[in-house]
């Protein structure tokens, strides 16, 4: 336990981003149905204790925190008999938060993390209770598939729920009035793609005389995690997603295969021409959802809806027309598979130290699910979040649900409309278009392979090795490393630990696979 903790606290600095439930989740926003909340559950697993479970809770703040006790969480508090004390965390300092909780070992009943190097070290440490052999006396734990449970496995064991969320999130949304103004069709292959980023980026489409719009734009974030914009344009091409892997076990990293270079050649050579952003490598993705919403951009690949990029960005063009399209390349339809979550909530052992408290905190984790619960941390209440009009309920104040009811449709469990869901709330064609897009990703996604394999090198230095590359490939695309640059920071990567990483990889699977 000691070396355990010992090697948490040295990988603590290493963490990287731990959440991305701040994320858009418009997708989880169709869910409909007459909330009932306060009725009471009366379908979940009886307990003996009647006084209402304590239960602290420290999540992500991604915007304004709900104020305590709001009604809201009173809802929540008395169909699920519980007390409620949520510890909001701002994004900014979460990992850093998260990690000297985990060391200092004072921790609340249930912690959101993510699958990251020093969090899958904790797990191993012990720290927190695993959940899989619990699974099978909660219904609603129990009916959903499997595939969400085995991507946060760690040594084949459960250690927390995942805050559910679609596996093939990405979509193409794109300006659909400059691409009829100007000729243009969705680009599928690499040369599409940079001759319409040109002709947007040289050809005024906003007809406003000026030379500021762009095809596309790169935050700083651009090739980091499953919202890697390079992973996602090479797996079109035909690229792996993060991770390749042969019949013999022996595996390959993204950034080591010819779909993956032709990726980012296409990328230095848009930069070398001023085709993309120049300060994309300081730019927060604050400020590319401004320059969308203001109407200078013509495609974006993401994982929100294609409407609620409409609603902003009509406000400041109201002739805009956005459209939605699956990720078709060279190679098909082929879409980077995500994790299938917005988080792990975790029990630590330190703060819940009976097997029955244990139960009491799985049955409110259930009760979540159920469709009384699901209908109101996805619309919110009935008469002050939405209304019901015939087989649809229809929002009532949207301001109100971003800062009322979607703090807690992004921390708690729920799965929208594909589970427990009566009456849908009603939406606009291009958001079911958009939804439909998403579904059907489920036939396309394209796997990790590496994804819950345990490799001691990414254990320690993970995080390092990853930053050496994403580096390099920033200073490849800015011109500041040529060919011979770039495959000499891969050797560099490859003694600092990547062959290792490599072998260790194939070893994991290999065993799996035994």
């Known amino acids: 336990m000691k070396k355990r903790m010992a090697l948490l606290m040295g990988g603590a600095l290493l963490a990287t981003t731990v959440l991305s439930a701040c994320g858009s989740n418009n997708e989880q926003n169709a869910a409909g149905g007459n909330t009932d909340a306060a009725k009471g559950n009366t379908n979940s697993p009886a307990v ?201 076990g022996n595996f390959t990293p993204e950034f080591m295969t010819p779909e993956f270079t032709d990726t980012l050649n296409l990328f230095r050579k848009l930069y070398a021409e001023k085709l993309i952003n120049q300060d994309f490598a300081v730019t927060d993705s604050q400020t590319v959802d401004k320059a969308y919403e203001a109407g200078r951009v013509a495609l974006r690949i993401s994982g929100g809806n294609a409407q609620s990029m409409q609603s902003n960005l ?83 104040d949207k301001d109100a649900d971003a800062k009322e009811v979607k703090p807690y449709r992004d921390t708690l469990l729920q799965r929208g409309e594909s589970y427990n869901m009566d009456k849908l709330m009603k939406q606009t064609e291009l958001f079911e278009k958009n939804n439909k897009v998403v579904t059907e990703n489920e036939k396309y996604v394209v796997t990790n392979p590496a994804l819950t394999l345990i490799s001691n090198t990414f254990t320690e230095r993970g995080s390092e090795l990853e930053q050496m590359i994403t580096d390099a490939e920033t200073k490849y695309i800015m011109g500041k490393l040529d060919e011979a640059g770039w495959n000499a920071e891969i050797e560099k990567w490859k003694q600092a630990g990547g062959s290792g990483l490599m072998e260790e990889y194939k070893e994991a699977y290999l065993r799996n696979k035994k």
Do not use: C
């Open 314 to 396: 009509e406000k400041v063009v109201p002739t805009a027309v956005m459209d939605v399209v699956g990720l078709e390349g060279s190679a098909g339809i082929r879409v980077p598979a995500e994790s299938g979550n917005a988080g792990i909530l975790a029990i630590p052992k330190s703060s819940v130290q009976s097997e029955a408290e244990l139960k009491r905190i799985m049955t409110f984790f259930d009760q979540l699910l159920d469709k009384e619960m699901v209908n109101l941390i996805n619309k919110g209440i009935e008469g002050t979040h939405y209304t019901v009009e015939g087989d649809y309920t229809l929002p009532l």
């Open 48 to 248: 003996e204790d009647t006084a209402p479970l304590e239960l602290s809770i420290a999540v992500h703040q991604a915007a304004e925190a709900p104020a305590k006790g709001n009604p809201m969480e009173q809802a929540i508090e008395k169909y699920t008999n519980t007390k409620l004390s949520f510890q909001w965390i701002p994004n900014s300092g979460y990992d850093e938060k998260i990690n000297v909780m985990i060391a200092s070992g004072e921790l609340p009943k249930i912690l959101k993390v993510s699958y990251v190097p020093n969090i899958i070290s904790a797990m191993q440490a012990d720290v927190f209770w695993e959940l899989g052999p619990y699974l099978q006396d909660y219904k609603n734990l129990a009916a959903q598939p499997e595939t969400y449970y085995d991507n946060i496995k760690v040594d084949g064991k459960l250690y927390g729920l995942p805050v559910f969320r679609n596996v093939g999130r990405a979509a193409l949304q794109y300006r659909k009035d400059w691409f009829d103004e100007s000729g243009l069709q969705v680009p599928k292959t690499l040369d599409d793609w940079y001759n319409v980023l040109k002709a947007v980026a040289e050809g005024d489409p906003d007809k406003n005389g000026k030379n500021d719009t762009y095809g596309f734009m790169l935050d700083k974030n651009y090739n980091q995690n499953v919202f890697s914009t390079l992973t996602r344009l090479s797996v079109m091409q035909g690229g792996p997603n993060k991770w390749g892997v042969d019949d013999q």
